[in-house]
């Protein structure tokens, strides 16, 4: 019998004082909780649900069972850390640091022939590829994210010889920029290769299980990781979703690589979390996911979310083809936010970045607004 914990933030403030103090900051971000559910499961079944207000926490935690006394511990304690500063090590010396204490935007760059929103635009033009990179830094991007393979369910897999001659070249020009980059890649031959062209992180939609080799590259590199959920093997990650239950099995899921990775010698503050929205999953789980965003603080890491002009928004919204789903995915991208998300992989960046800004006045006004404490 095995029986696991979890801590779900489920009474998310833009405030503490909105709730007379008595509120959690939620992974550093500007978000905050004053309820939770402690949930316990057993071979896969949840058994048991308390909800707690954010002041019972510690009695609660305390009265646990010895077996989930750690975990919960844990738990507790990952919810409330303050989350790093992204370090990137810079080519040719030094180090640049991107801060997670408000919500950042990656733009997304697809030298691909068959992205599914935007392939082809870019591949065959380096000029507009760079123009598209420097409009997306210029309206307050934080990272580009290059790729030069299609995730898109059923794309033709890419031969490495030409992955590399896809995004080598873009990442020195953006490197020249001075953008701060991340590679979406499966290979450590790619990894290695755009790292010592200048890129600064690994984003990898197969969480370093493509190959083994993955794991001891990132490790060596030092560079910071994103690890993204995706229920299908490695070299197929769309297919073969079972779950008992979505939230909590990706939650597992997302702590195993998390635990091999630092088995493997990555540093804790160098991995970043993504549940991997529109991978395998059906809409509803999709939704279930998303609707469980503030559970995955209690995992310790930064938070990414990409959902933009996904699939799920198309189902929810008339089936709108992928250029047409510029609102549902602003209206994600809030959302996520709101949950305490601390990094959005986005297409549309000038528009995100319009959203986060304007959520972020509005959170500041609420930090400011003493007129909801006590006298
Ligand atoms: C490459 N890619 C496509 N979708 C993605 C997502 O949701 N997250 C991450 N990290 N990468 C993705």
Redesign the pocket.
Known sequence: MTRKLYIRPIALADSPQSEEGEAVRLGGAMVWASRFAILVRENGRVISRERVPAARMPGALAALPADLGAAAEAQWANLRKVRAPLRLTVKGGGERTIRLDQPQVMG?LNMTPDSFSDGGRFLDDVEVASAHAAAMLEAGAAIV?L?GES??PGAAAVWEGDELKRVVPMVERLAAMGAAISV?TRRPAVMEATLAAGAHII???SALRYDPRSLELAASSGAPV?L?HAPGKADDLHSGAVFDDVVLDVFDWLAARRDACLAAGIAADRI?L??????GLTLAQNLALFNALPLFHALGHPL?????R?RMIGALSNEAPAHERLGGSVALAVKAIDAGAHLL?VHDVAETVQAVRVWRGLRDAALTDFSQLPD
């Open positions: 997304i994210d790729g995730t898109r979406d984003n990898d939609v994103m993204m970043i993504d549940p991997g929205f529109g991978f990414l979310v990409g959902v933009s996904k992989r």
